[in-house]
């Protein structure tokens, strides 16, 4: 990590403050845990708020640890590395050359990572939950499942898989106005990395026309994007997001691999969501067909159970 990228924020985007306590009493008082690093003020004027060193580091890590270990396994199997525990440079060039190689084992790899069970767990962290609550989520709850992303011009079969351009997250979500994304990096990520980038303030403008395409609701409208801010982050930070504050990709131009995890709530005590009687948007379904064909054979399937080993 460049010396003082982390810094870049506070810099760029003064008077915005970062990891602050709010001077003014607000939704947060007699919350615990982590909730003092979120300044409300900051949040309901900018639409985002960075909480500097939120988690240990160590605990964001085990879901980067998980992930390397999904595409190890399969990179493993195709002779692409030996070991199990690659170094981070085996492990990075092994990605690209499994995405060139079987490209259905990487997006099923990609696949097996958004099911973590670490990341599924920082997803409902008691931290995170009273940090919600403390920006007035009364009865925060999940509207997607967390997302886990790595993100290289290299790994992309299409721009939207490595770089979204300036969206909002409430038109695929259609949830509650109050909704809210959590943004974690798991590395340390900067500028060259493509760090995500917000456009302070826009969450007030309310829901943009926009276009879906690939999922996401890409705006139409004129944007003046040089207003938009990279928010520089460091492994144990968390931003939280306004799902009505414009924001994009930034622009990964290193050689290396940007992982992040993205995790979205809605607020069910929130009265237009009530009122609209909790509209859920995503759909979620099994392929029927068999994926294997002529699997499991019936001595496959005794010497999973006849051995007790697997
Ligand atoms: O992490 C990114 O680059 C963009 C993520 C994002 O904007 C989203 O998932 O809505």
Redesign the pocket.
Known sequence: MPAGSSGLLRKAASPLRTNTLSPKPTALSGQSENSHMIDVNDYRENGFVLAKGFFPPEEVEQIYADAREVFTLQMRRLGIVASRAPSESEFEAGMFKLFEADLQTFANCGKQAQHLISLHRLSLDKRIVSALKGLGLEFPNISTRP?L?F?AERLAKKEVYW??DV?Q?WR?MQGSLDSV?V?LPLIDIDKTL?A?QVYPGSHKWGLLEAEIVDG?GHLRSDLDKAKLISVEVERGDALFFSTLLV????TNVSPSI?W?C?FRYNNLSEPTFIERGFPHPYLYKPQSDLITPNFPSPTEVRKIFDSGES
């Open positions: 997302l992303y993100n770089r979204l969206h997250d695929s994304v943004w493509g995500l996401y924001h994009q990709s930034g940007r992040s993205h």
